[in-house]
């Protein structure tokens, strides 16, 4: 009796112990997660991205200006029925959904021609270290193209 109580007692630690592994629906976890950071206008933006518990990618970024954070941004790329979607929060910011036009081992695009700015969003995958994000609109009835080169920061 003493030891079957012991046995259920490991089993239950080791069991309890074990890391729950989720599965990575996209296999973007290896490209994308970590925290990064970009040169942008005159400051930077910072990003993490991680799996979420769903298997999907969640980031979370910031822009810093002089010390001051004016943008914050909550973005997820899933799977919705058979289409790749990224939304995009930006506070104080109308939510943004965008369908994934391309997508294959070094590149994403995202576009959504509803919108006038941006329209388009699109990641290239350079290596482990590297990423760059192309971001397309239409200000002022002039397209625009913004370029961010983000560097892997851990």
Not at 39 to 52: N, P, R, S
Not at 62 to 89: G, H, Q
Not at 91 to 103: A, G, L, M, R
Request: some cysteine.
């Amino acid at each position: 009796m003493r030891f079957s109580v012991i046995l259920v007692l490991m089993l239950l630690f080791f069991s309890c112990n074990e890391e729950f592994k989720v599965e990575d629906k996209l296999s973007l976890e290896h490209k994308l997660s970590g925290k990064w950071i970009a040169k942008a206008f005159d400051g930077e933006l910072h990003e993490t991205w991680k799996l979420d518990s769903d298997g999907w990618m969640l980031q979370e970024g910031y822009y810093i200006e002089s010390s001051d954070t004016s943008y914050s941004a909550r973005t997820r790329i899933e799977k919705v029925n058979n289409e790749i979607i990224l939304f995009s929060v930006i506070k104080n910011s109308t939510p943004k959904i965008f369908q994934s036009k391309e997508h294959n081992e070094s590149k994403m695009v995202f576009e959504n021609m509803d919108y006038k700015n941006p329209y388009q969003v699109v990641y290239e995958f350079i290596d482990d270290n590297n990423y760059r994000r192309t971001i397309k609109g239409f200000e002022s009835d002039s397209l625009v193209t913004y370029v961010f080169d983000f560097i892997k920061r851990n």
